[in-house]
Nanobody
Framework: QVQLVESGGGLVQAGGSLRLSCAAS????????MGWFRQAPGKEREFVAA????????TYTDSVKGRFTISRDNTKNTLSLQMNSLKPEDTAAYYC??????????????????WGQGTQVTVSS
């Protein structure tokens, strides 16, 4: 059974930085695409970033390109999201997600089998 536990959220002023981490259990972590999604109050959950199983490929939603960096350490079963130049519109609960083995599009929620409980990021103006 896979378990994902996020940490690193908090309250930060606009322009500040946070680093989110996701600790994953599961022996096949290095075989799966991993992603970050976020959900603001009253809004649908949306894609933020994804990384290939090896870590060599990444993709981002346009609104975070150049500000966020997704990375992974397959030796430690950890996924990270470095968030710089944070904006109030980045305020949301952030979730890490474990992609299914046959993932076609890393931007679609339906392509992910397991989810963490979320960590709250609040950016004040």
């Amino acid at each position: 059974q896979v378990q994902l536990v996020e940490s690193g959220g908090g309250l930060v002023q606009a322009g500040g930085s946070l680093r989110l981490s996701c600790a994953a259990s599961g022996r096949t972590f290095s075989s799966h695409v991993m992603g970050w999604f976020r959900q603001a109050p009253g809004k649908e959950r949306e894609f933020v970033a994804a990384i290939s199983a090896s870590g060599s490929g990444t993709t981002y939603t346009d609104s975070v390109k150049g500000r966020f960096t997704i990375s992974r350490d397959n030796t430690k079963n950890t996924l990270s999201l470095q968030m710089n130049s944070l904006k109030p519109e980045d305020t949301a609960a952030y979730y890490c997600a474990w992609g299914n083995i046959g993932i076609k599009s890393s931007r679609r929620m339906e392509e992910y089998d397991y989810w963490g409980q979320g960590t709250q990021v609040t950016v004040s103006s």
